[in-house]
């Protein structure tokens, strides 16, 4: 009878390995201390020509961890975005992985990914992917709504000409759509306009004033530009913003914002967020101001990444946000009066 039950117990730990393996294994892909190393090879120019967001190209995804050895999986490739993908040398990619390609790797579950990768090789634009990285850490820090990112060191191999090239690029990834709306027990929505009143009125508010802080004004929720919106059984909407390369904290020389605003630089902060309720505006100004020490500690740790005096820059920029919160005539100048009004839903 002992010999039974000892087989039994055997047999159910040797069909929980695995799954648990899987578990981590899929875990460590965001939670990663170091850059994780990858390379991908295929034709950037092949990418950048076709138009179309439903035809991907056939690579070959190499990686590895710290201290593991290289490992591999198919994946398929497809330029995205709008600005960098016509303006860049290294258009910002899809990937996409079939379940069967992934299983027992370190991407197991990762149905797509976005790789942010810079707009060119010169130091300059290596800089403005590290500093867009972060702005999804301080997101992180403001919300558990966000996507999950993780550094990484890009081996890209560019196949367009006959002698391929191969360059070494800071890059990041951004969790699947679907990934991300699951963690809340959700999906992302099929509506394709978004109301104000649709929304989650303490998530939205801190989406707004993120957006400011950052000098970002290049999103939409109503339209869904750069951002998903989550949807979850009898509960509001939520929208998680993605692609921050035109806010004024990355300072891309590309960026502009729209002829409509009334700004001519990004690194003009406009107030795009609708008008909410005073109690409500005073509770997540008090929430970013508790995230200032750690907001700005963030900042500092780019030192040993980029120029000293691009750092020096990020700090005053992101400290101007912080003096206009504390300022009651500015935080009513820039803010308050410039919400923008929405009436659908509620009362005289």
């Known amino acids: 009878m002992k010999s039974i039950f000892t087989f039994f117990l055997f047999m159910s730990t040797l069909f929980c390995l695995p ?3 899987r578990a981590q294994a899929n875990e460590s892909l965001f939670s990663a201390s170091e850059p994780i190393k990858i390379k991908l090879a295929f034709s950037i120019e092949e990418l950048q020509q076709s138009e179309s967001d439903t035809v991907y190209f056939p690579s070959i995804l190499h990686y590895t961890t710290q201290g593991s050895d290289w490992d591999s999986l198919e994946v398929l490739v497809r330029a995205r975005g709008n600005s960098r993908r016509t303006r860049c040398d290294f258009p910002p990619i899809r990937i996409k992985i079939e379940e069967e390609a992934s299983k027992n790797t370190l991407f197991e579950g990762e149905k797509a990914l976005k790789l942010v990768v810079p707009c060119e090789e010169f130091n300059s634009y290596l800089a403005l992917v590290r500093k867009e990285y972060l702005i999804y850490k ?16 890009l081996g890209l191999t560019d196949e367009s000409k006959r002698k391929p090239k191969t360059y070494e690029l800071p ?3 951004i969790e699947d759509d679907d990934k991300a709306a699951e963690r809340f027990g959700g999906q992302i929505t099929d509506l394709r306009i978004i109301r104000p009143d649709l929304l989650n009125d303490t998530a939205s508010l801190k ?5 400011f802080m950052v000098g970002n004004t290049d999103w939409s929720n109503t339209t869904q530009h750069n951002v998903k919106v989550m949807e979850r059984e009898d509960q509001k909407l939520v929208a998680i913003p993605y692609d921050f ?3 004024g904290f990355v300072d891309a020389p590309y960026a502009k ?4 605003l009334p700004i001519e630089s990004t690194k003009e902060r406009l107030y795009l ?7 409500l505006l005073a509770f997540v100004k008090d929430l970013f101001l508790s995230k200032e020490s750690k907001i700005m500690g963030l900042i500092e740790g780019l030192n040993d990444e980029i120029p000293k005096g691009q750092v020096k820059e990020a700090e005053r920029f992101i400290s101007e946000f912080f003096e206009i919160l504390k300022d009651d005539e500015e935080f009513q100048k820039q803010i308050i009066d410039n919400c923008v009004s929405y009436s659908l839903g509620q009362e005289d």
């Open 19 to 21: 799954n648990e393996g």
């Open 138 to 153: 301080f997101y992180e820090e403001i919300t558990p709504y966000h996507f999950k990112t993780t550094s990484v060191n």
């Open 273 to 279: 967020g609708v008008c909410q309720d005073p109690e």
């Open 245 to 247: 390369d035109q806010a």
């Open 257 to 260: 914002p729209y002829d409509r």
């Open 171 to 173: 890059a990041f990834l």
């Open 207 to 211: 989406q707004d004033i993120f957006a």
